[in-house]
Structures are given as C-alpha cells and as structure tokens.
C-alpha cells in the first residue's frame, strides 16, 4: 500500500516549497529511486526544471519534463498529467489536487506550505486517510 508523508514547511520558510522539493529529489535520486514531481502547470514544471540545475551550488540532478526525448531515460521526471508513462517509486506532488494515480507509488509525499493552499492540503489529507492510507505528518 502507497505510503503518504506530509512535510509541514514552518512559518519561516513560506514560499520555499519547490526548494524543499529539489533538497527531497535529490536525497531520492542520491538513493536511487525513480521519483515523478507532479506539478500543477507548465509554468509551475519550469520553474521546477530551473530550479533543479541551480538549487545547491555544485549539485546535478539529471531530470526532463514529461514528453522529452529524455524523459524515457530520466530517473526524475517533472510532469503534470494524470498518468505517468513509467513505474516511478516515489511521487512529490506539488499539485493542490490530488493526482489520480498516486496508488501506482510506493510512496506520496506532499509538501505543505504555511502560506499556500492550507485548506487543499487537508483535504488531500482526509482523502488519503479516508480510504486507509499510512500517514505521517513530519514538521520540518
């Protein structure tokens, strides 16, 4: 069954959900998972595919955006469709909506920002605790 952690950014670190994301892809891709970043949009996949090559001085987490010519290849892919074309282990969503394949994951993680959509956030949380999923609330 699809584990589901919730990361609970704090106060001060409002807005810095994407950078969270980047330091949680690249401990996945450092492990050797196969991880998929659902995102909400296109603006929001490029910001992510910015961010990615330039978060942390000195880091490279290879990735593509879904429908690349690299995306088959790639063990991190950005992509905001409803059913991604390859197993990945670990889905980040960075969606307010709930991705509809995230049982196809071994585990989900959403990341909750202070200053964001707080309310979506919860109900992703009633969702996945309604129909029995393992969860964990971790503050950071």
Not at 28 to 53: F, K, N, R
Request: proline share 6%; charged share 25%.
């Amino acid at each position: 069954m699809t584990r589901v952690d919730f990361y609970v950014l704090p106060e001060r670190e409002r807005g810095a959900r994407l950078g969270t994301a980047c330091r949680l892809v690249q401990k996945a891709y450092d492990s050797g998972q196969q991880v998929l970043l659902h995102v909400a949009d296109a603006q929001q996949a490029q910001q992510l595919d910015d961010l990615l090559w330039s978060f942390r001085q000195g880091s490279f987490i290879p990735h593509a955006q879904a429908g690349s010519a690299e995306a088959a290849a790639a063990s991190v892919v950005i992509d905001g469709s409803d059913a991604p074309p390859a197993p990945y282990q670990l889905l980040i969503n960075l969606a307010d909506a709930l991705p509809p394949c995230f049982s196809r994951f071994e585990r989900v993680i959403e990341i909750v920002d202070p200053g964001g959509a707080v309310a979506a956030a919860r109900e992703r949380w009633r969702h996945y605790k309604e129909r029995g999923y393992p969860l964990e609330k971790i503050e950071l």
